[in-house]
């Protein structure tokens, strides 16, 4: 995931720059360790200043960046050679800093995967009494299947359009309202009421909910017994082109192995083209956009699209495999049941041998920086008094395929969730530098926010919310698994605001590495990389979790966010 490519423009008045120095407690063990032999000899441990304590986090991400993003580790695909250097070198790392298994007595937890590829001749007919149409896939649709099994069709089912597809007690909002939809494919708009209205008092407003993310929608579809969904794609509210649907969905999709086979997903889910459901509404003399409208004011009645039935039939190849969520942890004295838990994920995209030349996807900065991250705060923490509350490490797998690892151990929670106090996330450090600004992912989520301001402000910088938050960041890496099981998590790093050259250079740096490296061959480790920004982010997570491991705090979500029920559930059961 990536937030650098946001463009924004403000103007900050009245920055202080002062920073703080209190650090100097974490040089006492500072150099031991793997890291002797890397040590700079001019590193004076009694002279420690927060420099000093942002040179040796540097050079300690320095140094695990330029190993997990080696093409040794054959950018680290989960089920490869190279998943298998990876999570020793992790572990080996945990075991030398003196860091415990976080699993009983091992430092893995086997995450069961499933790779399905749909064959791309896949057919969808839409026949009524006075219209009729064959939708290709990749040019007018788009179709796959949660289901790990090899075939699968849908045969004349009727079609409803059910507007947004929300059912959102806290918004007083049911589009399923009175409605059967069993044996019946939903058709359903992108994003959410807010996002359709920009009115503030709807929804989240500008700023999507989970209830306008398509995996939401297709969740819910399923919740309703909805036999296919397809969801209509639009640029504006999607966030991308078509191209994206177009390419994401074709080739395999990994999942996580199913008992089940996720036989209580829908059979099929897909998007349509917005030009084949304009043909298919207008086919049953329906008007799209007049449609679109009302599905954003309450109380919307959900429609038959005439009486145009839909049949699509899919076949799919199916592969099981294994991979290894790493984790450790420094148990808590006093209430080890309770936890905060960093996360990041050591997975990448491997290789690709159709490409001529360099075909390693090394995945330096997405994400050997978070992954060295844990690697550092384990460090850090080390060097302090034994926290009351544990402190976890989770390095997860198969976050490119779709945040796997993070929805297995969500699932699979080896420290309660009730007592899990917050999760922090990192994906994606930042190697251009020292930035002014902190930017939270989903601003105004959770009161982990307030601890967040607490450590900004002691660093000098400033909070700057999500630029864009009608594109859904918040729900597009790890910590949102743990959002989704109620635990407050945080997702907050550098921005563009360069200390050194401003944030006009602060932005060109993150544009050129959207364009040219991100999830590209070229996302190379450079041992130039300026890592004293990551560093400074690494220092407030610090701070955060040593507040919180050490106090009787369970932050809450703030009233009207989408996870607060969930957490409230969960709280019930903690007492
Ligand atoms: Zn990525």
């Given at each position: 995931?990536?937030?650098?490519?946001?463009?924004?423009?403000?103007?900050?008045?009245?920055?202080?720059?002062?920073?703080?120095?209190?650090?100097?407690?974490?040089?006492?063990?500072?150099?031991?360790?793997?890291?002797?032999?890397?040590?700079?000899?001019?590193?004076?441990?009694?002279?420690?200043?927060?420099?000093?304590?942002?040179?040796?986090?540097?050079?300690?991400?320095?140094?695990?960046?330029?190993?997990?993003?080696?093409?040794?580790?054959?950018?680290?695909?989960?089920?490869?050679?190279?998943?298998?250097?990876?999570?020793?070198?992790?572990?080996?790392?945990?075991?030398?800093?003196?860091?415990?298994?976080?699993?009983?007595?091992?430092?893995?937890?086997?995450?069961?995967?499933?790779?399905?590829?749909?064959?791309?001749?896949?057919?969808?007919?839409?026949?009524?009494?006075?219209?009729?149409?064959?939708?290709?896939?990749?040019?007018?649709?788009?179709?796959?299947?949660?289901?790990?099994?090899?075939?699968?069709?849908?045969?004349?089912?009727?079609?409803?359009?059910?507007?947004?597809?929300?059912?959102?007690?806290?918004?007083?909002?049911?589009?399923?309202?009175?409605?059967?939809?069993?044996?019946?494919?939903?058709?359903?708009?992108?994003?959410?009421?807010?996002?359709?209205?920009?009115?503030?008092?709807?929804?989240?407003?500008?700023?999507?909910?989970?209830?306008?993310?398509?995996?939401?929608?297709?969740?819910?579809?399923?919740?309703?017994?909805?036999?296919?969904?397809?969801?209509?794609?639009?640029?504006?509210?999607?966030?991308?082109?078509?191209?994206?649907?177009?390419?994401?969905?074709?080739?395999?999709?990994?999942?996580?192995?199913?008992?089940?086979?996720?036989?209580?997903?829908?059979?099929?889910?897909?998007?349509?083209?917005?030009?084949?459901?304009?043909?298919?509404?207008?086919?049953?003399?329906?008007?799209?956009?007049?449609l679109k409208t009302n599905a954003s004011v309450r109380g919307f009645q959900a429609t038959p699209i005439g009486d145009?039935?839909?049949?699509?039939?899919?076949?799919?190849?199916?592969?099981?495999?294994?991979?290894?969520?790493?984790?450790?942890?420094?148990?808590?004295?006093?209430?080890?049941?309770?936890?905060?838990?960093?996360?990041?994920?050591?997975?990448?995209?491997?290789?690709?041998?159709?490409?001529?030349?360099?075909?390693?996807?090394?995945?330096?900065?997405?994400?050997?920086?978070?992954?060295?991250?844990?690697?550092?705060?384990?460090?850090?923490?080390?060097?302090?008094?034994?926290?009351?509350?544990?402190?976890?490490?989770?390095?997860?797998?198969?976050?490119?395929?779709?945040?796997?690892?993070?929805?297995?151990?969500?699932?699979?929670?080896?420290?309660?969730?009730?007592?899990?106090?917050?999760?922090?996330?990192?994906?994606?450090?930042?190697?251009?530098?020292?930035?002014?600004?902190?930017?939270?992912?989903?601003?105004?989520?959770?009161?982990?926010?307030?601890?967040?301001?607490?450590?900004?402000?002691?660093?000098?910088?400033?909070?700057?919310?999500?630029?864009?938050?009608?594109?859904?960041?918040?729900?597009?890496?790890?910590?949102?698994?743990?959002?989704?099981?109620?635990?407050?998590?945080?997702?907050?790093?550098?921005?563009?605001?360069?200390?050194?050259?401003?944030?006009?250079?602060?932005?060109?740096?993150?544009?050129?590495?959207?364009?040219?490296?991100?999830?590209?061959?070229?996302?190379?480790?450079?041992?130039?990389?300026?890592?004293?920004?990551?560093?400074?982010?690494?220092?407030?997570?610090?701070?955060?979790?040593?507040?919180?491991?050490?106090?009787?705090?369970?932050?809450?979500?703030?009233?009207?966010?989408?996870?607060?029920?969930?957490?409230?559930?969960?709280?019930?059961?903690?007492?």
């Amino acid at each position: 995931m990536l937030i650098e490519t946001i463009k924004v423009d403000i103007n900050v008045k009245n920055i202080m720059f002062k920073r703080v120095i209190k650090l100097q407690k974490y040089f006492l063990f500072f150099g031991l360790g793997v890291f002797l032999t890397n040590c700079d000899t001019s590193f004076n441990l009694a002279d420690s200043t927060t420099t000093d304590f942002s040179i040796s986090v540097e050079k300690v991400l320095h140094e695990h960046i330029s190993i997990l993003a080696s093409d040794e580790y054959g950018g680290r695909a989960p089920a490869t050679p190279g998943e298998v250097k990876t999570i020793e070198y992790l572990r080996d790392n945990f075991i030398d800093l003196g860091v415990g298994p976080g699993n009983g007595d091992s430092y893995f937890q086997s995450v069961a995967v499933t790779e399905i590829i749909t064959k791309s001749d896949a057919v969808m007919n839409i026949e009524g009494e006075v219209y009729e149409a064959t939708l290709a896939y990749g040019r007018d649709m788009m179709v796959g299947t949660q289901q790990q099994v090899p075939e699968l069709n849908v045969s004349g089912a009727d079609l409803v359009f059910v507007g947004y597809g929300i059912v959102a007690p806290e918004y007083e909002w049911n589009d399923y309202a009175a409605l059967d939809v069993r044996d019946k494919t939903v058709v359903i708009l992108v994003n959410d009421p807010g996002y359709a209205t920009q009115n503030e008092n709807l929804f989240n407003g500008n700023a999507m909910t989970y209830y306008g993310r398509w995996t939401y929608k297709f969740e819910e579809a399923a919740r309703q017994g909805a036999a296919a969904a397809l969801i209509v794609h639009e640029t504006g509210p999607a966030g991308y082109g078509w191209e994206v649907v177009n390419s994401s969905w074709s080739g395999p999709q990994i999942g996580l192995e199913a008992e089940n086979l996720n036989r209580d997903r829908t059979k099929i889910e897909g998007w349509l083209t917005k030009e084949s459901a304009l043909s298919i509404f207008d086919g049953a003399g329906l008007d799209y956009e007049a449609l679109k409208t009302n599905a954003s004011v309450r109380g919307f009645q959900a429609t038959p699209i005439g009486d145009v039935k839909l049949s699509v039939s899919i076949e799919n190849s199916i592969r099981n495999s294994t991979s290894q969520n790493v984790i450790a942890a420094i148990p808590g004295t006093t209430r080890p049941n309770e936890s905060v838990i960093y996360t990041a994920h050591w997975d990448h995209l491997g290789v690709n041998p159709e490409l001529n030349g360099d075909n390693i996807f090394n995945g330096a900065a997405d994400n050997a920086t978070g992954t060295a991250g844990l690697l550092a705060l384990a460090q850090l923490h080390m060097q302090k008094d034994r926290p009351e509350r544990t402190i976890v490490f989770l390095a997860v797998t198969a976050e490119e395929s779709g945040l796997l690892g993070s929805k297995w151990y969500a699932e699979h929670p080896i420290f309660p969730i009730e007592t899990t106090v917050a999760n922090i996330n990192m994906d994606n450090l930042n190697t251009f530098g020292r930035m002014r600004d902190v930017v939270v992912v989903g601003a105004g989520s959770s009161e982990l926010e307030i601890y967040l301001e607490d450590a900004v402000l002691a660093q000098g910088r400033y909070i700057m919310p999500e630029p864009n938050p009608e594109r859904g960041y918040y729900y597009r890496s790890d910590h949102f698994n743990f959002a989704k099981v109620g635990v407050p998590a945080l997702y907050a790093e550098s921005g563009e605001d360069s200390i050194d050259y401003g944030r006009e250079w602060g932005a060109a740096q993150a544009q050129e590495y959207t364009d040219n490296r991100y999830h590209a061959p070229g996302d190379e480790y450079d041992p130039n990389w300026d890592l004293s920004g990551a560093s400074e982010d690494i220092n407030l997570y610090f701070e955060i979790t040593n507040v919180l491991a050490n106090s009787l705090d369970f932050p809450q979500w703030f009233d009207g966010n989408e996870f607060k029920a969930v957490r409230e559930f969960s709280i019930a059961e903690r007492q």
